[in-house]
């Protein structure tokens, strides 16, 4: 699958081009002679490295073989392709103790749903965007906080760069609320409420973070408000089932990696995500700790000038005292 927007072309592309298999571009990625870039669970490269490696291999780089497109399939021309990926049911890789991409992920939500490939895609990208948005933590809210899921911020770092960050509620707890109550599916009579009234801010800020996500992610996707809920509820389900039984690293594509520290889950933002992230403002200092220093220096001051007065009247006093004795 090409990426015109940037000028990546996919593996199969690649090694078209060089003269080579699949998997020997994958070897020279791997080896460094040419640099990959993941894409739901697959590779793709810029099209000038490719070209550059193929001058460096003495290789004249094959342009790429294109089939037309039959009249009769209008749907291909409009819409990618799905991906080559191996379909999981949710149940399956909330079980697995091997890392799960965000390419599983997805192919499995599009399966329970059933909905394309890349629509599915799209309410997991939403999700994210959202989280990575500056704009939704302003207002004094520190972190955006799921209930039996976790807790998610951006954070500064020490080098001024922006990061998100990840924390679940211990698993422990988490493997005694999913006992107890189970995997039931959610209510949506909620939706039907939200479609029937005019949306506003005060409505919007009303609901849970699960539901303003899916109103904000069904704006921008071409899934329906109840396709959008359902499935961004099932990827936070099929989540905590990897956390509380699998215990298996999950990989986003471009994003990060969630994984099990101690009894919780955290996630590590990709270097190269946490670089196009927008730089957070330095942390302020409060009004009171201004206060308390600017008090703290007053009194200082206060203490200094004061024994200043009681040296000076010492000193006077002495002078006084002298010029008795002498006359």
Same mark, same amino acid.
């Given at each position: ?14 090694? @078209? ?15 460094? $002679? ?20 193929a ?11 294109? @089939?037309?497109? !039959? ?26 103790? @091997?890392?799960?991409? !965000? ?12 909905t ?11 999700f ?5 948005d ?40 988490l493997? $005694? ?24 801010? @005060?409505?919007?800020n ?15 996707? %071409?899934?329906?408000? $109840?396709?959008t ?10 989540? %905590? ?12 594509? $471009? ?22 992230l927008p ?5 302020q200092? !409060? ?18 000038? %004061? ?18 004795? %002498?006359?």
């Amino acid at each position: 699958m090409s990426d015109a927007s940037s000028h990546r072309i996919s593996v199969e592309e690649a090694a @078209q081009r060089l003269g080579l298999s699949a998997d020997e571009v994958v070897v020279l990625r791997r080896s460094g $002679k040419i640099r990959g870039y993941p894409d739901y669970g697959d590779w793709v490269f810029e099209e000038s490295d490719v070209a550059e490696l193929a001058a460096e291999m003495g290789i004249a780089a094959a342009p790429v073989q294109t @089939q037309p497109v !039959s009249p009769a399939e209008p749907e291909t021309a409009d819409r990618p392709a799905d991906p080559p990926v191996e379909v999981f049911t949710l149940e399956e890789l909330a079980g697995s103790d @091997q890392p799960v991409s !965000s390419a599983l992920l997805i192919a499995a939500l599009a399966a329970r749903h059933e909905t394309g490939f890349h629509e599915a895609a799209a309410v997991v990208d939403g999700f994210w965007d959202h989280l990575l948005d500056p704009r939704h933590y302003r207002q004094g809210r520190r972190s955006l906080n799921m209930p039996h899921f976790g807790s998610f911020s951006l954070k500064r770092t020490h080098d001024g760069q922006s990061e998100l960050h990840f924390k679940s509620p211990p698993l422990t707890e988490l493997r $005694k609320r999913r006992a107890s109550s189970g995997t039931q599916p959610p209510s949506t009579d909620w939706i039907d409420h939200w479609q029937q009234h005019p949306p506003s801010e @005060q409505r919007l800020n009303a609901l849970s973070l699960k539901r303003k996500l899916a109103v904000a992610i069904a704006e921008e996707t %071409t899934p329906d408000l $109840k396709t959008t809920f359902l499935i961004l509820w099932d990827l936070i389900e099929t989540i %905590t089932g990897i956390m509380t039984l699998g215990g298996a690293e999950i990989r986003f594509a $471009k994003r990060g990696v969630m994984s099990a520290h101690e009894d919780h889950y955290s996630f590590r933002t990709y270097k190269r995500l946490t670089d196009t992230l927008p730089t957070l403002p330095a942390p302020q200092r !409060s009004s009171s700790s201004r206060r308390s220093r600017s008090t703290s220096g007053s009194s200082n001051t206060g203490c200094a000038t %004061t024994l200043l007065n009681v040296m000076f009247c010492v000193v006077l006093s002495a002078i006084v005292i002298l010029i008795n004795a %002498t006359s």
